[in-house]
């Protein structure tokens, strides 16, 4: 993909764009033929606004005022709503794609290359997504959709091309082929199914949070009101919702990344932790991953033998009397490296020269090993491959397995679905009632997330803010 | 490429500094001979660029290590005057005693004022997020008028023909020379022990760690359990304590009382330093002795080839705009774009 919008330039073959042989040098090259591209890692400059940000990557920006106009009414022609005023670095995730959206949708182009682009939204906001792309390609504009998620290849797309280890291994009508048989050809071997676990009668509770607030940080950010929920040894318990409801403010006090009061709100196998910093919970067992892994779970200008030092030193004893042991270090992170398959050239490699996938791999892995009594885990498989997938789920199960209280906030329904015992759903920072997510539809969920878009009124919210769970 | 821009830099300063002299109508190739050869061709010349390095050595390693956790303490100059008087109200209680502890104990208050002083921007910054290098840089100012105060005031040598300096300190009270016939002093080696320390505490402990990340990636930093007002308030206080301790020096070393010209900028070269020595106390060990030699020369230099004075300034800015452009022309490429109306780079975040 990246040789079709000029970032890389390949060595041989050559490429037919309209019938004549092109070959972009550059990324503005191809956007004058006409290509767009919307990466899964995006580009976006966090200090500037919208309109900033979208003015960069257009070769004649208009003047400014045009230019917010212009942003409106494609965003909102598309379905995509935003404002052009707001700063990046207080949009969701969710959100800051669909910057990139329409940044490609000012430039007209002929041909879309969309990279992941539903990993972090919504089902109904993916249903939006496919609405504005088949609107797009019957304005005839090519979309060039790359996706592991292969429900959504059969639900768009006309003719799905299988790569693996950078070769094409075939080409099949999504129409025809099942998502299995396609996810055969993508792994190149059977797929191993995920063994679901039993129903289990009531555990003892580890993780217990009980009217946890937390006022928002910043303007654009989403205070927590009166959570409560509770997770017992050895259950997967899920948190849905739409980027940006208090998903990442969640995590944080959860983490200990924020202190919260009381200190009772958080309470770990009984012992209040809402005053207590993140490595002090994790000397309770309290380990987590936060979202973003470049610059929060790791550090990208530091080896993976010093990574391990952010979380590990005490609980593994890689800095006895905060002295740090550096071949202790190295031998976890070879741990971690062999035991989670993570791609990487030995532990020096940099945090930052890893594929998102492999070091998410690697973070988790991280966590993992240190054996917590309750899991944080945020968006596990975010831009990661199916098979990595596939490998990081079976860990969780296994983790819960052996007695661990493992949280899953996640945007992506599908695994939540598969994975978790037990459901709630975030939405305007109050969490809702929790529910055994084998007798819970799809529907209700979509529902439950979309309490954003003013379906319900104040007297659903009351009955949510007080649930308190016995697990 | 990195650790080769400090000797880019440093070329490219003597050959400004030869067009320099040829615009001043010098003869340039002998007035560089006097400015970086003649003060090191002696023993006793190397022994006087440890004399200037130390102060800048000691600095340097201090500011490197709040720097590199993105604390930017530019107030060392007036953390080295406030330890130089807390020192000197020591050695001038104790006038004409004897007794092996006055000494450490001018150290030890020499410290301390530098790192109260420092607290001031610490505690601003760390209460009320007030940028530390408008607080700090401002402070350097009162402390040379609280210097000024006392030596032309209370602290007056009263046998001094009126001269604005304080009392010559008694010998319990002045650091002893380690070479007979140099001034050479104990400061010296103490500083380059201090910057070795510095490197053990960067690269082995969990404390620098620490620092790192809080500077490099604030978030994972919040997510280790790291606090960053903790590592504020540490840079600070340290990089405090150790321009108190090298304003001490100065006072008990080559100076021996207090006078209004302490320092001849001690604190704001050693920002150069910290920056040319890559921030890594090795490299400023280095760098403290190459800015050291642009002191040394640039005296010599005005009194055998008549350079202003203004030349060694001249050649320490250069040195660090040298330095500040090789480092972003290491790492970005210039293109010119002729025919485009208007180049629009593609935006990269490295986040």
Redesign the interface.
Same mark, same amino acid.
């Given at each position: 993909m990246k040789s079709i919008y000029g970032l890389l330039q390949p060595d041989s073959g050559e490429m037919l764009w309209n019938g004549r042989p092109v070959r972009p040098t550059?990324?503005?090259e191809a956007r004058r033929l006409g290509i767009g591209m919307v990466f899964q890692h $995006?580009?976006? $400059?966090?200090a500037l606004t919208v309109a900033e +940000?979208i003015a960069?990557?257009? /070769? +004649?920006?208009p003047e400014r005022r045009v230019l917010a106009k212009k942003i409106r009414e494609v965003s909102e022609a598309y379905g995509l709503p935003l404002d052009p005023h707001r700063e990046v670095h207080s949009l969701s995730v969710g959100e800051r794609q669909r910057v990139e959206i329409v940044r490609c949708l000012l430039q007209d182009p002929k041909l879309l290359i969309m990279d992941e682009p539903t990993s972090v939204l919504t089902p109904q906001e993916v249903d939006r997504l496919f609405e504005t792309l088949r609107r797009l390609a019957a304005e005839g504009c090519s979309i060039l959709y790359i996706s592991h998620k292969l429900h959504e290849i059969k639900a768009l797309c006309g003719a799905a091309t299988i790569m693996r280890g950078g070769k094409v291994v075939g080409t099949c009508d999504p129409a025809v082929e099942t998502a299995r048989s396609m996810a055969q050809m993508m792994i190149g071997a059977e797929l191993r199914t995920l063994s679901r676990r039993g129903e289990r009668g009531a555990a003892e509770a580890k993780l217990t949070v009980e009217g946890l607030s937390v006022p928002a940080d910043g303007p654009f950010g989403t205070a927590l009101r009166e959570i409560s929920f509770t997770v017992g040894a050895g259950e997967i318990f899920g948190i849905a919702g739409i980027a940006g409801n208090g998903q990442t403010e969640l995590s944080?006090a959860l983490?200990? /990344?924020?202190r919260s009061r009381p200190s009772t709100a958080i309470r770990i196998s009984g012992q209040p932790v809402g005053h207590l910093?993140? /490595?002090?919970r994790?000397g309770l067992g309290l380990c987590?991953v936060?979202e973003?892994r +470049? !610059?929060?779970?790791?550090?990208? /200008?530091?080896s993976l033998a010093?990574n391990t030092?952010?979380?590990a030193?005490n609980r593994m004893k890689l800095?006895p009397g !905060?002295?740090?042991r550096?071949g202790l270090a190295r031998d976890y992170a070879a741990k971690v490296i062999h035991d989670f398959g993570v791609k990487a050239r030995g532990t020096e490699a940099l945090a930052g020269s890893l594929s998102g996938g492999n070091l998410q791999k690697y973070v988790v892995g991280r966590e993992m090993l240190q054996t917590p009594e309750v899991f944080i885990v945020s968006q596990p498989t975010w831009g990661v491959d199916a098979g990595a997938a596939t490998a990081i789920h079976q860990a969780l199960m296994t983790l819960a397995q052996n007695g661990t209280a493992v949280v899953v906030i996640s945007q992506d329904l599908d695994e939540l679905l598969q994975i978790t015992d037990r459901l709630a759903v975030i939405n305007l920072g109050r969490l809702s009632e929790a529910r055994p997510t084998a007798g819970i539809s799809v529907a209700e969920i979509g529902l439950l997330m979309g309490g954003l878009h003013g379906a319900e009124p104040a007297a659903a919210e009351d009955e949510k803010g007080h649930a308190v769970h016995v697990a | 490429m990195v650790w080769l821009t400090p000797l880019i830099a440093i070329a490219l300063t003597v050959a400004s500094g030869y067009l320099l002299f040829l615009a001043l109508g010098l003869d340039p190739a002998e007035t560089l001979y006097q400015f970086l050869i003649a003060p090191i061709e002696s023993f006793y010349g190397w022994t006087e660029l440890g004399v200037k390095a130390a102060p800048l050595i000691l600095i340097a390693t201090g500011l490197a290590i709040g720097f590199r956790a993105n604390v930017w303490n530019i107030g060392a100059e007036g953390q080295l005057t406030m330890g130089a008087i807390a020192a000197g109200a020591v050695a001038l209680a104790f006038w004409g005693h004897e007794g092996w502890w006055i000494l450490p104990a001018m150290c030890v208050a020499g410290a301390l004022g530098g790192l109260a002083y420092a607290a001031i921007p610490a505690f601003l910054k760390t209460r009320f997020d007030v940028s530390e290098i408008l607080t700090s840089l401002m402070l350097t100012y009162v402390a040379a008028l609280v210097l000024s105060i006392l030596v032309f005031g209370p602290w007056k040598d009263p046998d001094g023909y009126n001269f604005p300096q304080t009392r010559m300190f008694t010998d319990a009270a002045v650091l002893p020379i380690l070479v007979e016939g140099t001034r050479l002093h104990l400061g010296v080696p103490i500083a380059l022990l201090v910057a070795v320390a510095a490197w053990f505490l960067m690269g082995r402990t969990v404390i620098g760690f620490q620092i790192r990340v809080v500077g490099q990636a604030p978030a994972a930093a919040r997510f280790a359990g790291f606090s960053r007002k903790r590592v504020t308030w540490f840079s600070l206080l340290l990089s405090g304590a150790l321009a108190g301790l090298a304003g001490t020096f100065e006072a008990a070393g080559p100076i021996g009382q207090l006078i209004p010209q302490l320092t001849p900028g001690y604190g704001f070269t050693a920002i150069i330093v910290a920056f040319l020595g890559r921030l890594h106390p090795i490299g400023i060990i280095a760098a403290g002795l190459v800015m050291a030699l642009s002191y040394i020369g640039g005296e010599n230099a005005q009194v055998s080839a008549g350079l202003p004075q203004a030349a060694t300034g001249v050649f320490q800015g250069m040195l660090l705009f040298y330095l500040l452009a090789a480092d972003v022309l290491v790492r970005y490429r210039l293109r010119l774009t002729a025919g485009q109306p208007k180049p629009s780079p593609k935006p990269v975040t490295v986040s």
């Open positions: 550059n990324p503005q $995006f580009s976006l $400059f966090e +940000n960069l990557g257009l /070769e +004649n920006p944080q983490a200990g /990344e924020h910093n993140a /490595e002090r994790r987590s936060p973003e +470049n !610059g929060h779970a790791a550090v990208a /200008e530091m010093a030092l952010l979380s030193r800095a !905060g002295l740090i550096a | -």
